[in-house]
């Protein structure tokens, strides 16, 4: 599912990628090389929990963060999934403007699909 924002300075379109297991280097691994596969320039944190790929003039931010840090954001998504916080220790935020929807939709879908993740519905496994 995903979630579009107004904010001051345009609409922001967000998608999240709930993992069912702790973010780990294995994790790190797949996740950067989803977003090299974007093409555009990328971006990361030291800890490799933050990034960000900027693509056609574009901007797309990915954190990741353990799910007390969303909770009350996130609780809704949770219950439409049928999923409990104690289910999901980290999640995947994917943000950016609503001009790059189709980008960030994209990358939340391979994101869940290459870490075994669940989003919007859907539950991605290898």
């Known amino acids: 599912m995903f979630l579009v924002e ?8 967000t ?3 709930f993992l069912k297991r702790p973010y780990e280097v294995a994790n790190a691994t797949a996740l950067k090389q989803v977003l090299q ?5 990328l971006h990361g944190s030291s800890d490799e929990r933050y990034w960000e790929l900027i693509k056609h003039q574009l901007i797309i931010t990915i954190k990741v963060q353990p799910i007390t840090e969303l909770l009350d954001q996130c609780q809704t ?14 999640v995947i935020t994917v943000e ?11 990358i939340t879908d391979q994101l869940a699909s290459s870490l075994a993740g669940v989003t919007g519905g859907a539950e991605h496994c290898h």
């Open 96 to 106: 950016g403007l609503m001009e790059s929807v189709d980008l960030c939709q994209s």
């Open 77 to 90: 998504e949770l219950n439409l999934l049928g999923l409990a916080p104690d289910d999901v220790p980290e």
């Open 15 to 17: 998608g999240h990628i």
């Open 37 to 41: 596969e974007q093409g555009g320039e």
């Open 6 to 13: 107004k904010t001051d300075m345009s609409i922001i379109t």
